[in-house]
């Protein structure tokens, strides 16, 4: 490491919440430092997340082939009409999609991985979300400011993303009021939703819990909802990733895999603003 | 080393201990409560596991889910399938009359049913789902003997854990654990909405498994066998649906 990241700043100065205007030393001078961001079960926890949920896309794409077609209720089948179809080829000759020929059945393994991702992410998603409540994660990193809240505050951040501006410096150690409020969306939100949705097309939970199906209006609505998050999903990603490539891809990749941030840091800016 | 590290080693080191000998004590118990499908080895086993274990522990006794008569899907989908073959199509120009349902295995008095003993059992209907692992699905009244009814006849043994069950099609064979077998809902069925069952449905006889996906239930069934392992059956993994790269659970 190059002499001048020697700086270590002590991880309590840089965590989000605290809105200190006081500046901890004279000094105007801006310095780089090496500091700790992320924490390791943050980090591990993200990865993990985002290799099953890449694995679900793919497996839950595979599976949707097999039956291109949405509807709402109890039941659908190729008799009945549907919500809505995807003009796309099928991989099995039941459904009449248009295309005079089939795609490859790959259900088998796609299912297989699909429901072991599943655990997996699930499983993960319930350490972090535990985790987050303990050691004040959710409280610091995740649950918005009052002052971020108001109407100023809110406009201001939503205003400086319409104007695609490259965020401040100060917003390397802290997520801004639309970045918390769309990860506590995902997290408390549509994580649960896909999960849920995901467990009432299941023949034999719903045994056990009929209400987790009935509720939601029918096996094949579960489905529809299942495939409408997904999406919500998809585009949280791609936003997600276009973030990160807007604020600095490889300073915020190296904050996620080795949860230390580079940084130029001026010691009197406010935290956040 | 660091004082530091070195604890680091040693509290790693005693978690990663703990953790292996906790995984193997639940292996252990899950074998001895019938919570590992036979599917469990391979790269997906861990997933596999997880979920059929979680099931047997949350629906040992529920009911699928039941629905009124309008909810009755008309007409019923009748699913693609494989040609007929020749020894189906003997019993159907004799209108099933020679029809056998055989009953081998870990029972105590082996038998040979005819379509017309099975319809002189108590008879019982459900109204409930069909579900494709593709997606799609239909309602239809179900109308049968359950198969629980048949496994009291003919008498299983205690060590029994399976019951295996063939098609006509010798390419088309299954299993279900006994929990399933003596699920109230399990039904040799030979009746729908009211009617024969018809051969696109899988008449005259088909194995209705409710509470799992449409490809348990397999159609044209003329044989089962009542056994505690599923090893000497194809190559072992339960049914020929894991050996064409399917789950053999398939409750989700």
Redesign the interface.
């Given at each position: 490491m190059p002499g001048s990241e020697s700086a270590q700043v002590p991880l309590a100065a840089c965590v989000a919440s605290s809105a200190s205007t006081v500046p901890s030393t004279a000094s105007t001078v801006p310095v780089r430092t090496v500091t700790p961001r992320h924490s390791a079960l943050v980090r591990i926890t993200h990865w993990i997340t985002t290799l099953c949920f890449l694995a679900l896309l793919v497996t839950g794409m595979e599976i949707v082939i097999s039956h291109p077609r949405f509807y709402w209720g109890e039941t659908g089948n190729v008799l009945t009409t549907p919500l809505f179809k995807i003009p796309i080829p099928s991989s099995r000759s039941l459904v009449p999609t248009g295309y005079g020929y089939v795609l490859p059945d790959q259900n088998g393994w796609s299912r297989y991985l699909h429901f072991q991702a599943a655990w997996i992410v699930v499983l993960t998603g319930l350490l972090y979300v535990i985790s987050a409540f303990f050691t004040g994660h959710l409280r610091k990193d995740l649950l918005p400011a009052e002052s971020d809240l108001s109407w100023r505050g809110f406009s201001n951040t939503v205003a400086s993303h319409l104007r695609f501006e490259r965020p401040s410096e100060a917003e390397a150690w802290s997520y801004n009021v639309l970045q918390r409020l769309s990860y506590l969306f995902v997290i408390f939100v549509l994580f649960p939703l896909i999960v849920w949705t995901g467990l009432a097309m299941s023949p034999a939970f719903v045994s056990a819990f009929p209400v987790t199906v009935t509720s939601l209006g029918g096996q094949q609505s579960a489905r529809t909802i299942h495939f409408f998050v997904t999406i919500a999903l998809v585009l949280f990603l791609l936003v997600h990733v276009a973030m990160i490539c807007v604020a600095g891809f490889k300073s915020r990749m190296r904050a996620m895999i080795t949860g230390r941030m580079i940084a130029r840091r001026a010691d009197t800016h406010t935290e956040r603003t | 080393m660091t004082d530091l590290s070195r604890r680091k080693l040693i509290i790693g080191g005693l978690a990663a201990t703990a953790g292996v000998a906790s995984l193997g004590v639940a292996a252990r118990i899950a074998q001895k409560y019938g919570l590992i499908p036979p599917d469990h080895g391979g790269?997906?086993g861990?997933?596999?596991t997880?979920?059929y274990a979680s099931?047997r522990l949350?629906?040992r006794h529920?009911?699928?889910?039941e629905?009124s008569e309008s909810?009755i899907?008309r007409?019923p989908?009748a699913?693609?399938m494989p040609p007929l073959n020749n020894a189906y199509k003997r019993l159907q120009a004799g209108g099933f009359a020679d029809w056998r349902l055989t009953v081998t295995g870990m029972v105590d008095r082996p038998a040979a049913f005819s379509l017309a003993q099975l319809k002189s059992y108590p008879r019982r209907s459900q109204i409930t789902?069909i579900?494709?692992?593709?997606?799609?699905?239909?309602?239809a009244e179900w109308i049968g003997v359950p198969l629980s009814h048949v496994l009291d006849l003919v008498g299983i043994q205690p060590r029994a854990k399976y019951v295996v069950y063939f098609s006509i099609d010798p390419d088309w064979w299954d299993s279900i654990d006994m929990s399933d077998a003596m699920h109230p809902q399990t039904f040799l069925a030979y009746g729908m909405n009211g009617d024969e069952l018809p051969i696109g449905n899988g008449g005259p006889l088909r194995l209705r498994v409710?509470?799992?996906?449409g490809y348990k239930s397999v159609k044209f069934i003329t044989h089962l066998t009542v056994t505690d392992s599923l090893k000497g059956f194809g190559k072992g993994l339960g049914s020929v649906e894991p050996e064409?790269?399917?789950?053999w659970y398939a409750?989700?």
């Open positions: - | 790269i997906y861990f997933g596999e997880l979920t099931h949350l629906t529920s009911l699928a889910r629905f909810q899907s007409p989908l699913n693609e789902q579900a494709c692992e593709e997606g799609w699905s239909y309602i409710p509470r799992q996906l064409a790269g399917y789950a409750g989700i």
